[in-house]
């Protein structure tokens, strides 16, 4: 997990990878994640700037304060969106995905993770002003995203071989 | 002897910056940049972690430690690796050159990868100058685990290049005695040594008879090929399993321990199954019929597995049906690991590999997450110090 402000890893190259409860800054380059089952893939984009973030939580709320940041959406975002800003990355937009329902458990009195993932980021982005300008979420298969932090589109593939362009 | 959990974690986490230390020393004498995967420890025979090697080519070195962590590392580029690395620093076609830039480039990354332990544990770690090594499989591997047959403790980490398809592996080896001294109980929050290393013996006995629960339904010759006990990053969970597609089923079980079950099998492993099982010809597609079958030899699979543990431990186990699953291995076990992570950090991964004989042509894996806890737990009151103690025959009990 790298604090907000360190140096992004491989600056070089045009493609950064984003590992399982972590999330990635980038300019002009493209963010990939995979993986996404109940997860998400949140991209926060800043299109006066042209920077982005990429975070990939797997649960929806952070109650103990000693679990990691990354991990959960409602912190996971505010995280993001404290590196953007401290980039001065101006006004940012979002676009989600994930949130599948691939294994239902017998013990979920709310609801699958993924559908309780989902509700929690609309409404996190909407407690930090943040428009969610695309999604594409639910269902019951994984998906992979590319967010090019060039342009802001994202492209979501799902398992199920479908495709869509945020 | 008494494994400190919490070290367990200190020490994965030395592992993890200790690799991530080695991939921002490549990026800065190559350029390649890289992302550190996986890291974990696990626990496994000799022969397990050889046959995990087999078949592919590796280059790197060898380096030997002593002093406060005696014990053995190696760092293993693949081919595409060794390349991508030698196409930087050795312009001409000069293999000489390029031994000895994969030793220099090898010595400083494992030197970045040490210096965390030494500091850690304040004290300095000796090492010896890189021997560079090349080879398949198991002749790169460090030379504690070419023979006997006592398990070892392997630190592992694998890297991927962000851009390319490329990847490194760190392999660290301790000495028994060392790492259990450096890993001497400080809290009350431990597990013996040695209970761990039976309920691995019972976890293998279980696959054994999951294996052999394939044969029977399938006529499909199987055996397990590795079996290991990993304490790994709740997080890393995913990216370990990868995103390749698989088949199969998840569960819950519950009792003492409680936790998960995932069975997957490649595709074609799959397509095996379902046409040994379903007598009609079917489309081809996982239909109805194609899911009850994976869901039944789940099943069946699972109270070989599962039972072996509940007599051992002398607890009750039940599991929930198996739900039938088919997506890629990392999106199938992010639901798990989601629930998992809302009270652990880290888990105990049971991994066992089934395959046919050598060939490879029909694998499944098994995955048991036991919740950390209740498994500590029940390890405390297994009534065994040694495996040669114990009172239950795995051979009777399973």
């Known amino acids: 997990m790298r604090p907000a402000g360190e140096p992004e890893p491989g600056a070089g190259s045009d493609r950064l990878k984003v590992s399982v409860a972590d999330y990635a800054v980038a300019a002009g380059r493209t963010l990939a994640t995979s993986g996404l089952g109940s997860c998400l893939g949140i991209a926060l984009y800043a299109p006066e700037s042209g920077v982005g973030a990429l975070v990939h939580p797997m649960l929806p709320f952070r109650e103990d304060a000693g679990r990691p940041r990354e991990r959960f959406v409602d912190s996971g975002v505010r995280l993001a969106l404290e590196a953007l800003s401290a980039r001065e990355a101006g006004p940012v937009e979002a676009k989600l995905t994930g949130g599948a329902t691939i294994v239902r458990f017998e013990a979920d009195p709310d609801g699958p993770v993924g559908e309780r993932n989902v509700a929690a980021a609309r409404e996190v982005l909407a407690a930090e002003g943040v428009g969610l300008v695309g999604e594409e979420v639910g269902g019951d298969a994984g998906r992979s995203m590319r967010f090019d932090t060039a342009t802001g589109q994202v492209v979501v593939r799902r398992t199920d071989g479908v495709e869509t362009v945020l | 002897m008494q494994v400190d959990i919490q070290s367990l974690e200190t020490f994965n986490r030395l592992a993890r910056d200790g690799a991530r230390s080695a991939a921002a020393s490549l990026s800065e004498l190559t350029g390649i940049d890289t992302n550190v995967e996986v890291t974990n420890v696990s626990l496994m025979a000799p022969a397990d972690l050889r ?30 690796a060794r390349a991508a690395v030698t196409d930087v620093l050795v312009p001409s076609d000069d293999p000489e050159m390029e031994r000895s830039s994969v ?70 080896v301790p000495e028994r005695a060392a790492l259990t001294s ?52 709740i997080a890393d969970i995913p990216a370990a399993v990868g995103d390749q597609p698989y088949v199969g089923t998840v569960l819950e079980y519950h009792g003492r321990p ?29 239909g109805e019929m194609e899911q009850s079958a994976i869901e039944e030899l789940g099943n069946i699979m699972t109270s070989g597995f599962i039972d072996g543990w509940a007599n051992v431990l002398e607890t009750s186990i039940d599991h929930s049906p ?77």
């Open chain 2, 51 to 80: 046959y995990e090697f087999v078949g592919r080519r590796f280059s790197g070195v060898h380096i030997g430690l002593d002093g406060a962590l005696s014990g053995e590392t190696v760092l293993m580029f693949d081919s595409e």
């Open chain 2, 103 to 172: 030793k220099e480039v090898g010595n400083i990354m494992t030197s970045g990868f040490i210096d965390g332990w030494a500091e850690h544990l304040e004290a300095g770690i000796d090492i010896t100058p890189p021997d560079y090594v090349e080879g398949s499989g198991a002749e790169v591997l460090p030379t504690s685990t070419l023979a006997g047959d006592e398990q070892v403790f392997v630190f592992r980490s694998r890297v991927e290049a962000v851009s390319d398809a490329i990847d490194f592996r760190m392999c660290f």
């Open chain 2, 182 to 233: 450096a890993l001497e109980a400080e809290s009350d929050d431990t597990v013996a040594f040695e209970k761990l290393e039976v309920f691995n013996e019972m976890t293998e006995q279980g696959a054994a008879k999951a294996a052999g629960n394939i044969t029977s339904m399938t006529g499909l010759e199987t055996d397990v090929e590795v079996n290991r006990l990993s304490f790994v990053p």
């Open chain 2, 258 to 286: 409680s936790g998960y079950l995932v069975i997957l099998f490649d595709r074609p492993s799959a397509r095996s199954v379902v046409d040994a099982l379903v007598p009609t010809e079917t489309d081809g597609a996982w």
């Open chain 2, 322 to 398: 198996p739900q039938f699953v088919a997506d890629m291995g990392s999106s199938i076990m992010s639901p798990v690991v989601g629930r998992m992570a809302r009270d652990q950090d880290h888990a105990f991964l049971l991994d066992s590999t089934i395959e046919t004989d050598d060939d490879g042509v029909f694998r499944c894996e098994i995955f048991a997450l036991p919740d950390g806890d209740e498994l500590r737990e029940v390890l405390g009151e297994l009534l065994v110090d040694r495996a040669d103690e114990i009172h239950a025959d795995p051979d009777e009990v399973f």
